[in-house]
């Protein structure tokens, strides 16, 4: 009896307890596993929405800036003459010099095919070396720009601003008299004239009830003269003005970020404060121009390149995009290609993926 029940009371053996140890450590490591694949695959398809979500929040913003550009009421800014003071940003800023609708900025060693850049860390300072964008980066814009990221300005209508009719016109007058004030401010705003045949852009000084007064200043951006140097008809149309810069920049939630600049003349020749943050997680952003004769692009060239703005009739961008950490734990393969630079990013486990959009200046072509 006693020898009985002495066997009833054994445990498991050593070999009994190393078996049921490699089991147990074979299925937890099998759930970790499993669980390491699906937590992979769950950044993974955030990281691939988060990048789309990026896309179309670009194309978004930029298409119709870049596709409206030079627009101004019935006519267009290329052959417009200009009432301000020249000295502002480009190309508002020097439209007496030829009307431009499009400026941009190379960073120096990203120039197309055969350049590199390599991003050191994630959304690093902004540089503050103007002169390291060629040609020479507008100074109010200098200390708002990543290193490495190029930047695009367009001169355009103010989004939301429609053509509102001019419905008197006295000739040799201070002012214009149209059909609504639409979103014109009291004073300052930038605007265009047009009649289908000609367009003059001067500064709104005032507003009295629906007449603009466009009076003589002595700052860059403000009018030359109290007079616009040619006539209007009733039935030509006012539009308001602004010119937008794209860029990536020091973004506020720790992400390099797709930003915006506007100057309307509210500012004087300065841009607008503050800078619009509008799509984070952009790490640069490379553009070439579309210039050539006629209204038809032959070449693609940096922006150190152009000699002649009012030739170009098309701009071509490429972004670097980065998802969500711990997405991509082999790292890139490869080094992404942005329109012939190549980009070496941080070391890290970030997924990316490049995009590129070609947007046609449709005010441009002849």
Avoid at 144 to 152: E, I
Avoid at 316 to 342: D, K, S, Y
């Amino acid at each position: 009896m006693t020898r009985s029940t002495a066997h009833a009371q054994a445990g498991f053996t050593l070999v009994e307890l190393m078996v049921a140890l490699a089991i147990g450590v074979f299925m937890i490591g099998a759930v970790i596993s499993v669980y390491i694949a699906q937590s992979q695959t769950y950044k993974g398809s955030n990281s691939q929405a988060a990048v789309q979500t990026a896309e179309n929040a670009i194309a978004a913003m930029i298409v119709p800036a870049v596709r409206g550009a030079g627009f101004a009421g019935c006519g267009t800014v290329a052959g417009a003459v200009s009432n301000l003071v020249a000295g502002g940003p480009p190309p508002l800023g020097n439209l007496g010099a030829g009307a431009t609708m499009v400026q941009g900025y190379d960073y120096t060693g990203t120039a197309g095919a055969g350049s590199a850049l390599t991003i050191t860390a994630d959304n690093p300072a902004n540089d503050t070396n103007a002169a390291h964008w060629s040609p020479t980066l507008d100074a109010t814009l200098a200390g708002q720009v990543l290193p490495g990221s190029d930047v695009l300005v367009v001169l355009g209508p103010v989004p939301g601003g429609l053509p509102t009719g001019v419905t008197a016109v006295t000739s040799g007058s201070d002012s214009v008299t149209v059909a609504s004030t639409g979103a014109f401010p009291a004073s300052g705003q930038i605007a265009a004239v047009s009649d289908c045949l000609k367009t003059s852009i001067f500064q709104v000084t005032s507003t009295t009830a629906t007449t603009l007064k466009h009076l003589v200043g002595a700052a860059p951006l403000t009018n030359a003269s109290t007079l616009l140097s040619v006539n209007y008809p009733v039935g030509a149309q006012v539009v308001p003005m602004q010119q937008t810069a794209f860029f990536v920049g020091h973004g506020p939630a720790g992400q390099s970020t797709l930003m915006r600049a506007t100057l309307d003349g509210t500012n004087g020749a300065s841009w607008n404060a503050p800078v619009e943050a509008l799509v984070p997680g952009v790490e640069t952003m490379q553009v070439l121009y579309g210039i050539g004769t006629g209204g038809v692009t032959t070449q693609y060239v940096a922006a150190s390149a152009v000699t002649d703005w009012s030739a170009v009739y098309s701009v071509r961008l490429a972004f670097l995009i980065e998802g969500q950490t711990g997405a991509n734990q082999g790292g890139l393969a490869t080094a992404p290609v942005l329109l012939g630079t190549t980009v070496t990013p941080p070391a890290d486990s970030v997924l990316r993926h490049a995009y590129e959009i070609t947007i046609s200046l449709r005010n441009a072509t002849p």
